[in-house]
């Protein structure tokens, strides 16, 4: 696994050019266009670091502030590795608290507002159960959870018969 963590991402920092243009290198036309469309104008710090080597598929931690789009540093992405016409599970994303996990689900849902087809759901804790796996036969490609082992059953057989753990 290749890990590269927090702000210092091993030295690309000082190497990391945090212009739209250079981003253009790495996300697809169309998710730049409806990036621009939600507002944004130029890549954070975060985003700037995290989105070459997230696109590439390579494993990091990546760490910063509340409001500086962590979000978006790893939805564009995951949703660009998205296949909107599988409606089988194709990510599963960890937040620490429920909050978090539907801030998160609201938000990828932003990000993927043009991309018809892509189905997100939330899954935590104190939800009723029967609806969420109702959501998942229904196909979802996206799941948010949380991390926190409060979402039970622990394994959800899917319709299509993969297995999904949370906690």
Not at 32 to 57: C, H, N, T
Not at 88 to 115: G, H, M
Request: glycine share 12%.
């Amino acid at each position: 696994m290749n890990l590269k963590r927090g702000i210092n991402l091993g030295g690309y920092l000082s190497q990391c050019d945090y212009s739209k243009e250079h981003l253009a290198s790495f996300i697809h036309k169309e998710d730049l266009d409806r990036i621009a469309e939600m507002g944004f104008e130029q890549p954070s710090p975060i985003q700037a670091q995290s989105i070459p080597i997230a696109v590439e598929g390579k494993d990091m931690i990546g760490q910063a502030r509340t409001g500086t789009g962590k979000t978006a540093s790893f939805g564009i992405p995951m949703l660009q590795r998205i296949n909107p016409k599988d409606k089988n599970l194709q990510a599963i994303v960890l937040c620490p608290t429920r909050e978090l996990a539907i801030q998160s689900a609201n938000e990828i849902r932003k990000l993927a507002k043009f991309l018809h087809g892509i189905k997100v759901l939330p899954i935590y804790g104190g939800q009723e159960i029967s609806k969420q796996i109702r959501s998942l036969k229904g196909g979802v490609q996206i799941v948010i959870g949380t991390s926190d082992g409060s979402f039970a059953p622990s394994y959800i057989k899917t319709t299509n018969g993969r297995y999904c753990g949370f906690g």
